[in-house]
């Protein structure tokens, strides 16, 4: 899922005076960038054998006492979500250490870099997987919203890519030092953000919702798309006067092949009144996913099934009618994903099994003998009780099951079923009793009333 990790620090090289050994109990291997009142470096957890990016307060920033205030309120923002968010599309926060001249976080190393390299006009993405990367994000920011939270300051900066060979796999929402928490009784600083993607109530100072986080997002994907913000000026004033009062041009007219529902989508998004944008995540994600479904997006670039219509798949299949958000994305990267034509054997009468199949799509057909006894639709499950027994002998197959209509299936084995969360695992224990519940019940009713059934 992602590129091998930066280069470890060589003691020999010119800059490596300039690092600190340890950060607390972390050893120092590189440093990730810096900004004016802080610094991201690379470090490793010896204890966890486990690589870690660690945000330092710079002293000068903690100098000043009026200032020092001002950033202790950010630090203690994120401190406050030490361990609370746990998703695969928002950076960890594992601990915070408050130390009084150089606070610090550590949080979730991700191997890659920020969106910001692809807002330039001549690195821009395909479009895509603009709408990919847009659909993650909006689904990671509804989690993040229904725990309380308002991010305040989506930008192509604080919304980290994972590379394999040069290509991006993958998104996660980082640096939670503006959020606004709704459940806090603590003081908390307003007006903050990046004034480009800031909507027009943020600028206002006014109570914000999760629609000021949805122009945000609509704001970065604009960028993305055009190679340009929805607005630019040199003075923040002007800046500000086209925020309340100016559309942004067309994205239909800034580049080639996009087309009017694209456009339309992120217009929404951008909308100056909270009341006419998306009213929730879901519906700006669902949106957004529209767009792959109904070829609104040249496909091609990126093979094979896109993670968001894996996703929405199993949205729609009852086995995981229970599974929370979080869970779903966890089946998404962990589960193996077939395709099945016609007469394919999915399993054989005595054969050992070690697999269950979720069918996402198509039908199978269940022979006991050359006999048909059953027929399988999305949703259901198949060769979960030869999983699931207790011994090998009850572990082989008692029929044939048959692809008759060219099928998608979702499988794991007992080594990719113990890679997910206890929850997840547990999530998957109820589909389980379910099914088995209703065909117990389907052969009771075939033994009480045959004629009916038949």
């Keep these: 899922m992602s590129s091998k990790p930066p280069p470890r620090a060589d003691a020999s090289a010119p800059d490596a005076a300039e690092l600190p050994a340890l950060i607390g109990k972390y050893r120092v291997l590189s440093k990730l960038g810096e900004g004016a009142t802080s610094e991201v470096f690379l470090c490793h957890d010896d204890f966890l054998d486990l690589d870690v990016a660690i945000k330092r307060v710079r002293p000068v920033a903690m100098a000043d006492a009026q200032e020092g205030r001002y950033f202790e309120r950010f630090f203690a923002a994120e401190a406050a979500l030490v361990g609370r968010l746990k998703h695969p599309n928002v950076v960890q926060i594992f601990d915070a250490v408050p130390d009084p001249v150089e606070p610090y976080l550590v949080m979730e190393y991700v191997a890659g870099s920020t969106l910001r390299p692809y807002c330039r006009a001549d690195q821009l993405l395909s479009l895509e997987l603009i709408v990919e990367i847009g659909f993650k994000c909006a689904m990671a920011l509804g989690y993040v919203y229904r725990q309380g939270l308002i991010h305040r300051d989506v930008k192509p900066a604080n919304l980290l890519v994972t590379l394999s060979n040069g290509s991006i796999t993958d998104v996660k929402i980082t640096d939670f030092g503006s959020v606004l928490n709704l459940a806090s009784d603590v003081t908390q600083v307003y007006r903050v953000g990046s004034l480009a993607y800031m909507s027009p109530e943020q600028l206002d100072g006014a109570a914000l919702d999760c629609r000021a986080d949805i122009y945000s997002l609509g704001a970065v994907l604009y960028h993305l798309i055009a190679g340009r913000p929805p607005f630019d000026a040199q003075v923040q004033s002007a800046m500000m006067h086209q925020i309340y009062h100016q559309t942004p041009p067309s994205l239909h007219h800034l580049r080639t092949g996009v087309a009017p529902t694209v456009d339309a989508v992120i217009q929404r998004a951008l909308a100056k009144d909270p009341g006419h944008r998306y009213r929730d995540w879901d519906e700006f994600a669902q949106a957004l996913s529209a767009l792959i479904t109904h070829q609104h997006v040249p496909r091609g670039q990126l093979q094979g099934v896109l993670d968001s219509e894996r996703f929405n798949l199993l949205r729609s299949l009852d086995f995981f009618s229970n599974f929370g958000d979080v869970e779903l994305w966890e089946v998404v990267h962990r589960a193996k994903w077939q395709r099945h034509d016609f007469g394919h054997a999915l399993y054989r009468k005595g054969e050992e099994g070690n697999t269950f ?98």
């Design 357 to 454: 199949h979720i069918i996402a799509k198509g039908e199978l057909e269940v022979f006991r003998d050359g006999q048909k006894v059953a027929q399988l639709g999305a949703g259901t499950s198949v060769g979960e009780m030869a999983y699931l027994a207790p011994s090998p002998d009850l572990r082989r197959h008692s029929t044939d099951v048959i692809v008759t209509e060219t099928a998608t299936t979702i499988s794991f084995t007992p080594q990719t079923l113990a890679q997910l969360s206890p929850n997840c695992r547990h999530l998957f224990d109820e589909g389980f009793i379910r099914v088995l519940v209703r065909r117990l019940h389907a052969a009771h009713e075939a033994l009480a009333h045959p004629r009916r059934i038949l």
